[in-house]
């Protein structure tokens, strides 16, 4: 039996290539409505494998920018936030420069402290509530956070916000309030019999550096606030001071006849040397004036670019310098008359009053230490343990020698 097999050979080349341009045509409008060369391996194993890579980093990428996204809402919620606590600060800042005028009365000044303290009550809650997405922004315990911006690991930003409540807002500050010391003898020997010598043995620190006199000297606000203010490392750390000097005289002024034979000598120290800056002389038979001495005292301190300054207040004796010690020593010299130049130390300076000059008591002498303040942004260690009996609190009360530095 005779096996035919019928094929139409036209008709399976024509259905071959059929198929053919079918894939062809249905790979090209996949390409074209997609956008994408490669659509398996077939079409190109490596170009398939790297365009994988490249569309995961594009992925991380746009999360990255939601983050941004979200990041920057957070920031200017808490600058907002922010913003509202300066403008209260401002307002603070306002009253108190009301307070300081002395026009107000008690009662006016009491009503300016109880808006104070409800703006600082504000500006607790808002350093306190103020969140984002439940996190915390202005309570300090938004530190060392960050932001991921890329694909990559350590592609972050690095946002850190302090506390803005208001127990940690302001600066961190000592006040030391200069002593005032005298007695019947020398500036030296007064100066001797107290702490008011900062010695070469001694050292003072602040926030761990440390100054050391180069020789021994009298304490003086000014020189330690020009060292806190010229060192880098106290710098860095926001740290700074400030000094101010002012004597008023224990006594009002009454005119001082010097005897026919005496001679009167005035000395005054201005700054940390144990060496007289200038001396005034008044010779037997002169009057003392209030007037003419401060006129003296001017012109002296003028010539010596000196910043000691004198004045006359309610027939008194205003010494005045930017922090710089202060000192005054007074001697008479007796040509031997019965009568002798009597003078008391508390016309001349603070502290001063009751030690006289006399037939047995020739010299007296005072002197007066600045007033020193340091600040920081943050709490700072300190230790005044050398030259701590040079200063005092605000009341005349010894100062604490070594501590941290509190609001």
Known sequence: MALRINFNYSAAVTQTALETNNRLMNKSLL???????????????????????????????????????????????????AGQIYNKLKEIYVKAENAANDINDPNARAALQREIQNLVDAIQKIGTDTEYNGIKLLDGTFTGKYIH????????????????????????????????????NTVVNVINSTDFEFQTTETISIAGVTLTPTADEIVDAKRIAD???????????????????SSEADLTWTNISVDSDDTVTISFYVGPEETADFTITYNGGDVITLEGLVSAINTEASSRNLSLVAKAVDNKLILETEGETIAVEISVTDGGNTTYTQIDLGQFIKGGAGNQTS????????VKVGDLRV?????????????????????????????????
């Open 149 to 184: 911006y890329g694909p990559r690991s350590g592609q972050v930003v690095n946002i850190s916000i302090s506390s803005l409540k208001a127990k940690d807002l302001g600066a961190y500050v000592l006040d030391f309030y200069g002593k005032p010391n005298a007695g019947t």
């Open 359 to 366: 037939s047995t008591t020739t010299t007296v002498s005072g």
């Open 375 to 407: 600040l920081g942004l943050d709490a700072y260690t300190y230790d005044f343990t050398g030259i701590a009996g040079a200063f005092q609190d605000i009341a005349g009360n010894a100062i604490s020698n070594t501590g941290t530095a509190t609001e």
């Open 31 to 81: 390409r074209l409505s997609t956008g994408l060369r490669i659509l398996n391996a077939a079409d190109d194993s490596a170009g398939l494998f790297i365009a994988d890579q490249l569309a995961l980093v594009s992925a991380g990428l746009e999360q990255g920018n939601r983050n941004i996204q979200t990041g920057i809402s957070a920031l200017q919620i808490a600058e907002n936030s």
């Open 227 to 245: 060292w806190v203010n010229s060192d880098s490392t106290l710098n860095e750390l926001g740290i700074t001071a400030k000094a101010s000097n």
